[in-house]
């Protein structure tokens, strides 16, 4: 008969206990002796000599390292964590992006065009396996070098779509036989696209593109951006131009996109809503992007009236609106009016409208205008949904036309007021972010932004040496981390995330002219692998276990989408600290815990994805 302890391990760890009980033993025995000397130690510690403190440093390292061991060996009780390194997956998963399966979304019945729009719930299966980058993959040149030069070998594009990328928007020429380039300082290549917004810009009565930001435009959202030459130019103005187009499998625009370091996303007009709440952007850009507004009776249309702000322009560049004689197609004529839009201007394929800054438009009366959606109806939240065929926001506290904004980017109280915050509360938690911020970028600067002369891939890199150009904050709370990035001078953008059912900041920091999504964090995020430099998260885990949600096919996508070489920083209690850690160590990060000491349960967990994994 067994003993009972016995009995009792082997319930836990079957009949023959295996290496990993007889290792957690090990450093159990291991730990009892250490903190035996210590207590044996100051019994002597009268009559000894003075201690090296290099000596006790090593002791409190050895003390804690083994402490920490003997917690990573525990947490093999976990359900899904164990000491197996994650596999790499095959060659045709280099560029894989999860939810955009047309296949099964065609087995699932969508059809109409609906296969092609994201639907994670019908690939509920997920491998875990680390996607691996192209065999030629390099690091990206640094800025602003990486935005008008990018490596071939990063992207996928074919040889016909690049021979075919002649449009304004598209306009790209081969360097050399491994690069890519979307700019000629030389003159010989001539896109057109600041003559382009400089054209923009009249129409609007500005004197130049320089004066955009004076009429209250601050964030631009580009439809079917091409490769972002437009936005590219927008952001040299300070305009916070956002790329979105739908998915490609070759020839991503969104792809591009990102690898030139510009903000961009992956996003349909199909059957469902805009990850964004109504009144979020100052300006729609549309340049050949290839929706028919006037198709589902201009459901399109109305859903960018909704993300589009009172007093906003909506800006449509294509042949395909216009007619022999030069004049716009009739049905979006007609459907810009039921809409309460006022038609500005027409130079040649270019045609602008400006939508209304009086609510009451829509529900006037007048004879064909699309009624405003239904007392209580909140798409500020928006997430998916289907399409509506109402106008939202015309009852928001944020109706505030872009031309009564105050011209800074600094939040007002009267602008606090409309979002529902104090001042009070809106300093007291931006500070503490801020001082939080300081506190653990201080240790992660040297790192993260080191004056190294050189990097894989990168030849002849420029001053400062910047190592990090697109950052996702992925629990973004007011956007600290974007401002914190702006005061140090750095020359990043932020993608700010704004975490499914939490408090809902999305308007204000859009307000402030960031770049911002809503996001469920137990699906995968709608980019491209290896489109990001630095992902940060702070508070996101303890989200996340509430939720239910996997926190190792979190960090699995974190390594999708983060770039080799890129930055991981996670902040939060110790006990999902170390758990992510042991996670880490499976995807081959190499991981550092870093204590607040503070006496707080709150701990900083830094990772590096290698460049090469073997």
Not at 25 to 49: D, G, H, N, W, Y
Not at 587 to 614: H, M, T
Request: glycine share 8%.
């Amino acid at each position: 008969m067994r003993r009972p302890l016995f009995h009792k391990l082997s319930l836990i760890f079957g009949p023959r206990p295996p290496w990993n009980w007889l290792l957690i033993c090990f450093v159990s025995v291991l730990a009892l002796t250490i903190l035996l000397r210590s207590s044996s130690f100051t019994t002597f510690e009268s009559v000894s000599f003075s201690i090296k403190s290099d000596i006790y440093t090593n002791y409190r390292r050895l003390k804690d390292q083994t402490t920490s061991d003997y917690l990573e060996l525990t947490s093999l009780s976990y359900g899904d964590s164990n000491l197996n390194e994650v596999r790499i997956c095959g060659k045709e998963r280099e560029h894989y992006v999860p939810c955009y399966n047309v296949s099964a979304n065609l087995l699932a019945g969508f059809k109409d065009g609906e296969e092609f729009d994201r639907h994670c719930e019908v690939s509920t299966y997920h491998e875990d396996c680390l996607i691996r980058p192209p065999r030629d993959y390099k690091s990206p040149l640094s800025w602003p070098v990486g935005r008008d030069v990018i490596w071939n070998g990063n992207v996928k594009i074919s040889k016909d779509q690049f021979l075919s990328s002649g449009s304004m928007t598209k306009r790209l020429m081969l360097l050399e036989e491994n690069q890519i380039s979307f700019h000629s300082d030389d003159g010989l290549i001539h896109d057109g696209v600041k003559e382009y917004s400089h054209q923009v810009a009249e129409m609007l009565g500005l004197g130049s593109d320089a004066d955009f930001l004076q009429a209250g435009v601050r964030t631009v959202l580009d439809i079917g951006c091409g490769f972002g030459s437009f936005g590219a130019h927008l952001l040299s103005l300070k305009v916070m131009a956002v790329c979105m187009a739908a998915y490609e499998l070759t020839g991503s625009q969104v792809q591009l996109s990102l690898e030139r370091g510009l903000p961009a996303i992956i996003g349909n007009f199909i059957s469902r809503k805009l990850p964004f709440p109504s009144l979020s952007y100052d300006m729609v850009h549309c340049a050949q992007c290839g929706i028919l507004w006037d198709k589902k009776d201009g459901m399109f249309l109305i859903e960018a009236d909704r993300i589009l702000k009172p007093g906003g322009y909506f800006v449509l560049h294509g042949s395909s609106l216009s007619t022999k004689q030069g004049s716009m197609a009739r049905p979006i004529e007609e459907l810009t009016k039921k809409i309460c839009w006022t038609f500005v201007a027409q130079e040649e394929e270019t045609f602008i409208w400006q939508k209304t800054v009086d609510p009451q438009c829509y529900s006037s009366g007048k004879q064909g205008v699309i009624p405003p959606c239904r007392e209580g109806h909140d798409d500020t939240q928006s997430y998916y949904q289907p399409l509506a065929s109402c106008i939202g926001g015309t009852a928001s506290k944020r109706w505030v036309p872009i031309q009564n904004r105050n011209s800074s980017f600094h939040i007002t109280p009267a602008e606090l007021e409309i979002h529902g915050k104090s001042k009070d509360e809106f300093d007291e938690d931006f500070e503490s972010s801020r001082i939080a911020l300081r506190n653990y970028w201080s240790l992660l600067t040297p790192l993260i932004f080191s004056d190294h002369p050189k990097r894989p891939g990168d030849e002849d890199p420029l001053p400062p040496y910047n190592m990090i150009r697109n950052v996702m904050d992925m629990n973004a709370n007011y956007g600290g981390l974007n401002s914190a990035f702006l005061e140090a001078g750095k020359s990043v953008w932020v993608m700010n995330v704004v975490p499914l059912g939490t408090r809902n900041t999305l308007p204000l920091i859009l307000h402030q002219g960031f770049a911002s999504v809503l996001h469920d964090w137990c699906e995968p995020f709608p980019t491209y692998p290896r489109t990001y430099d630095l992902v940060h998260a702070n508070g996101l885990l303890s989200i996340l276990s509430s939720e239910g949600c996997s926190m190792k096919s979190l960090l699995l996508e974190i390594d999708r989408i983060l770039r080799p070489e890129g930055w991981v920083v996670l902040s939060d209690n110790m006990g999902l600290i170390e758990k992510a850690r042991t996670i880490a160590t499976q995807i081959r990060w190499e991981a550092r815990v870093v204590d607040f000491e503070n006496g707080s349960d709150q701990r900083l967990l830094v990772c590096q994805k290698p460049f090469v994994r073997k």
